[in-house]
């Protein structure tokens, strides 16, 4: 006998495609400190570029939010115990949020706090995190700096940025509500590193190095950017892909075709003038007007991108 189809989930499949709807256009404005431990600048570059647009699934982004959920536990908890804890900056009554010289590398942070029984007055960045079994099983075994590297150096940029020299890591087992805590210490020169290695990404021109050109390399293989680095898939088209765009002191963004300085929405929605960053086309540039510019493509084929494309 055939197996039967599994029964139809139609609340299901309308509660994941709401948050498919809700969501935005899978591009952070910044570039964020949560990313700046990933080993690829190639792939950083990329993301701050707006290269690939994230399309998570509705089931993916539900997962997203239960992290965020989690937040307020954690500051409830804590401050169960005692621990005086900042979830925003009593100046703006907003999330803390830093950012470095340039404007366009930071973060925000899920709170400062001062009072945990282990240094009472000390005050600590807080990054609160949810866990899978496996995931919390390795941090026991590890500490965050092993298992959960691009967490380690996200705490690490926030106490560079914020001028704090403590942080506090709690982490919760989504399968068993374990908590797990770790206490981690600035390192200035692991700070100073990382916050040359963003603005390395926010000034480069041109995409660096890949980690690896075999496109099998397991990172690469789970990179978003895969199709874009290895298999000459298209960009997404917008001010930040187009070679008329730099990024500018204060966290702007100036377009050199027109000379002003694009909003985030101008930004996602581009111009008819746009031409792509040389080095986001799969082939080699053979000639060039005032606003086209054409390419041998690797199959040999002529390419011409710009406003006289036909």
């Known amino acids: 006998m055939a197996a039967l ?14 948050y498919e709807a809700a969501a935005d256009a899978g591009w952070r404005e910044h570039l964020g400190a949560s ?6 600048d190639r792939a950083l570059w990329y993301t701050f570029r707006w290269a690939t647009r994230a399309r998570h699934t509705g089931r993916l982004l539900r997962l997203f939010e239960t992290g965020q959920l989690a937040e307020a536990r954690f500051v409830a908890d804590l401050r169960r115990i005692g621990v005086t804890v900042l979830e925003v900056d009593p100046d703006t009554g907003r999330q ?21 029984l282990e240094a009472p007055q000390a005050w600590h960045v807080c990054e609160f995190k949810t866990h899978s079994a ?17 967490h380690w150096a996200q705490m690490q940029a926030y106490m560079q940025l914020a001028g704090i020299d403590r942080a506090f890591y709690l982490a919760v087992c989504k399968d068993t509500d374990a908590l797990y805590q770790e206490r981690v210490h600035h390192n200035a ?9 963003a603005e ?5 021109a041109h995409p660096p190095a890949r980690i690896s050109d075999d496109p099998a390399w397991w990172q690469c293989r789970l990179c978003d950017h895969h199709a874009v680095c290895h298999e000459g898939a298209a960009a997404e088209r917008h001010c930040r892909s187009c070679l008329h765009a730099t990024a500018a002191d204060g966290g702007a963004w ?13 930004q996602q929605a581009g111009c008819a003038m746009h031409l792509y960053v040389p ?17 041998r493509l690797r199959d040999g084929a002529e390419w011409r991108d710009g406003m006289a494309a036909a």
Do not use: N
Request: net charge neutral; hydrophobic share 45%.
């Open 279 to 295: 080095d986001l086309v799969p082939g080699e540039q053979i000639d060039a007007g005032e606003d086209w510019v054409s390419y």
């Open 35 to 40: 990313l700046i431990g990933t080993e690829c």
């Open 134 to 150: 496996k995931s919390f099983a390795r941090l026991l075994a590890e500490g965050v700096a092993a298992s959960k590297p691009l």
């Open 200 to 204: 390395r990404i926010v000034r480069a």
């Open 189 to 197: 020169e692991a700070g100073l590193r990382l916050l040359a290695k």
């Open 96 to 116: 803390w949020t830093v950012r470095d010289a340039t404007g366009h590398f930071g973060g925000s942070m899920d709170a400062v706090a001062r009072g945990f």
């Open 254 to 266: 100036h377009c050199a075709r027109h000379g002003h300085f694009p909003v985030r929405d101008a």
């Open 5 to 18: 189809p599994p029964p139809a989930t139609p609340t299901v499949d309308a509660i994941y495609a709401a």
